[in-house]
């Protein structure tokens, strides 16, 4: 299988997180993808031009990152970080949907950045700005939660993956003055897959 990510982008380090956390390394080759230039290469393979893109064995691709995320956690039949949603759990799609939803904000606001000055938006850059701290406000109150302290799953890997695109794209760090979302953080990013994925500077900015 081959999976394509940019080296920084949010949705792809959770792919290429739960590679390293269900051992796929032999089986899954992570490929960097050339996106957001003109005639790419990689648009033959994904015409949307988005990341992560999984190619199955057998040729079929799969885009968007909980898709993929629920394929890889599968492959060895033991799947431990998608929970299910049924009657009785409904507190995993809750919590997941605010991580993503502070994701999908981050990263307009990171790709607004990347424009040129004259084409930005500061409707739009305030708009997510507001919306991502009132996510950060959410978070440290929702952070105790049990899902978010127990075994790894979607909702931690969208998080963190949020929380540390928002300081690499210079967004600014959203645990500051929330020592609860701050502690949960700084835990999350001790774990081998996560520092291995982190996007490159987040490190030395975040110490």
């Not at 009785?88 to 999908?104: F, I």
Request: a neutral charge; proline letters at 7%.
């Amino acid at each position: 299988m081959k999976l394509y990510v940019t080296p920084t982008s949010p949705y792809a380090r959770i792919a290429r997180a739960i590679v390293l956390e269900k051992r796929l390394a032999d089986r899954v080759e992570v490929i960097n993808a050339i996106t957001r230039k003109v005639e790419s290469p990689y648009y033959a393979i994904n015409p949307s031009g988005r990341v992560p893109y999984l190619v199955r064995d057998d040729g079929v691709g799969i885009e968007d990152s909980r898709l993929i995320a629920s394929y890889l956690d599968s492959l060895d039949g033991i799947p431990s970080i998608i929970e299910p949603l049924d009657l009785e759990n409904w507190e995993s799609g809750r919590l997941e949907t605010y991580a993503r939803s502070m994701v999908d904000g981050i990263s307009v606001w990171v790709r607004e950045m990347r424009r040129p000055e004259n084409e930005r938006s500061p409707t739009m850059q305030a708009h997510e700005a507001s919306r991502a701290g009132r996510l950060a406000d959410f978070w440290e109150i929702e952070i105790t939660a049990p899902l978010m302290n127990g075994p790894l799953n979607l909702s931690q890997l969208f998080l963190i993956s949020g929380l540390d695109f928002a300081a690499y794209g210079r967004m600014g760090d959203f645990t500051n003055g929330r020592p609860q979302l701050a502690k949960w953080a700084a835990r999350m990013r001790q774990r081998p897959s996560l520092a291995a994925t982190t996007p490159m500077s987040v490190t030395k900015r975040l110490a």
